[in-house]
């Protein structure tokens, strides 16, 4: 007698956590609503309170999972001491997961504050860029590694936010001027020329 096949148990916070991006995504932060994002993934609205206790504990998870995913696709760039390789990471990730990028960048569900656990894990991956910073100019004392860290942050955010949200002059040319930018942020750094 063959064995019966069973059936994988669906992942529930994952289908919960796809869906309020889907949802977000598609109809914005005006339809992110507990009973709207269960409806979407399939299951009651307990589900979300379960995994999540609702709709802020459930943007604290698109953030947290949002900067596990970030920061793996930035971990190569940072081991190849390459803070330029960083740089493009960073864009690449951010077209690939724009609402993710949103929740965790741009308050795309803007009546929710992200909680500390959130906000911490936020400050972590930022604080692996210091590092990375400091990596390259280990010269360079914590203070000013932090500082140049943020300028190159704030730097490549904002341009990839423009891009993203489509506010960008010239849209045609983003990835163009991103190199631009990038190169101009990072010369007086590591030295690099346009």
Not at 59 to 82: C, R
Request: glycine share 10%; net charge negative; proline share 5%.
């Amino acid at each position: 007698m063959a064995d019966a096949v069973s059936t994988p148990i669906p992942d529930q916070r994952g289908a919960i956590l796809s869906a309020a991006l889907a949802v977000l995504a598609r109809d914005g932060e005006a339809a992110f609503t507990v009973r709207r994002i269960a409806e979407e993934a399939g299951c009651s609205t307990t589900g979300v309170y379960t995994w999540f206790g609702g709709k802020a504990g459930l943007v604290d998870a698109i953030f947290i999972d949002g900067f596990e995913s970030f920061d793996a696709a930035l971990a190569p760039a940072y081991a190849s001491g390459d803070v330029g390789a960083s740089g493009r990471a960073y864009r690449r990730w951010a077209l690939e997961n724009p609402t993710q990028f949103l929740v965790m960048f741009g308050r795309a569900v803007p009546d929710v504050v992200p909680g500390d656990a959130a906000l911490e894990r936020g400050y972590e991956s930022f604080l692996r860029l210091v590092r990375h910073v400091h990596a390259i100019r280990p010269d360079l004392s914590e203070g000013d590694a932090f500082d140049w860290a943020y300028h190159v942050n704030a730097t490549v955010h904002g341009y990839v936010l423009t891009e993203i949200t489509g506010m960008s002059t010239a849209p045609d040319r983003a990835e163009e001027l991103y190199e631009l930018g990038l190169r101009r942020v990072l010369q007086p750094l590591v030295g690099e020329r346009d």
